[in-house]
T-cell receptor, first 115, second 115 residues
Framework: GENVEQHPSTLSVQEGDSAVIKCTYS??????FPWYKQELGKGPQLIID?????GEKKDQRIAVTLNKTAKHFSLHITETQPEDSAVYFC??????????????FGTGTKLQVIP | DADVTQTPRNRITKTGKRIMLECSQT?????MYWYRQDPGLGLRLIYY???????NKGEISDGYSVSRQAQAKFSLSLESAIPNQTALYFC??????????????FGPGTRLTVL
């Protein structure tokens, strides 16, 4: 089955600096890669996603890159702000249509933005 | 109002007790899931359901059971709780999107402690 590894497990950055979280996956059939942000006391919420036919996607200060050959994808947050402090999860899900495409989550990265 | 709600939000119980966690959603999604979150382990799938008549085991279903009472309601039961079931439990919903990608929408979580 799919295996998703996520690094680092904790990350501290100064406000205004950039943060990068990296994930690798094992199943070459995976074709959808979402990123979730989990704030304290809340459930994870989707912040950005990328599909395997795209190499990069941006949404304001957040970007995700995908390297299918190397089977890794990364989350980039620029100009970090204290409200970016949270736990971030990457995930990978398989290809095909219909049925259940199992979503495998990474183990999470706790990001702390220091004012 | 929240799209995915979970009750209770916190529960402390004793070993051997039967516990039910409830989930309701107003998103109109057919697919519902129960996940367990443990520190350093990310989110692991317990059970999932594609509709009222379709229930499937996830990767860690032992010791748990579920009931899909309606499209909008999906409950998780621990028939005889044990301490290693102490964790944060999340309900999620999804609706298969374009390209076969499932985006998951999570509830706020239930923190369960088994003494």
């Amino acid at each position: 089955g799919e295996n998703v590894e996520q690094h680092p497990s904790t990350l501290s950055v100064q406000e205004g600096d950039s943060a990068v979280i990296k994930c690798t996956y094992s199943d070459s059939a995976s074709n959808y890669f979402p990123w979730y942000k989990q704030e304290l006391g809340k459930g994870p919420q989707l912040i950005i996603d990328i599909r395997s036919n795209v190499g990069e996607k941006k949404d304001q200060r957040i970007a995700v890159t995908l390297n299918k050959t190397a089977k890794h994808f990364s989350l980039h947050i620029t100009e970090t702000q204290p409200e970016d402090s949270a736990v971030y999860f990457c995930a990978a899900s398989g290809g095909g249509s219909g049925g259940y495409q199992k979503v495998t989550f990474g183990t999470g990265t706790k990001l702390q933005v220091i004012p | 109002d929240a799209d995915v709600t979970q009750t209770p939000r916190n529960r402390i119980t004793k070993t051997g007790k039967r516990i039910m966690l409830e989930c309701s959603q107003t998103k109109g999604h057919d697919r519902m899931y129960w996940y367990r979150q443990d520190p350093g382990l990310g989110l692991r799938l317990i059970y999932y359901s594609f509709d009222v008549k379709d229930i499937n085991k996830g990767e860690i279903s032992d010791g748990y059971s579920v009931s899909r009472q309606a499209q909008a309601k999906f409950s998780l039961s621990l028939e005889s709780a044990i301490p290693n079931q102490t964790a944060l439990y999340f309900c999620a919903t999804s609706d298969l999107g374009t390209g076969g990608a499932d985006t998951q929408y999570f509830g706020p979580g239930t923190r369960l402690t088994v003494l």
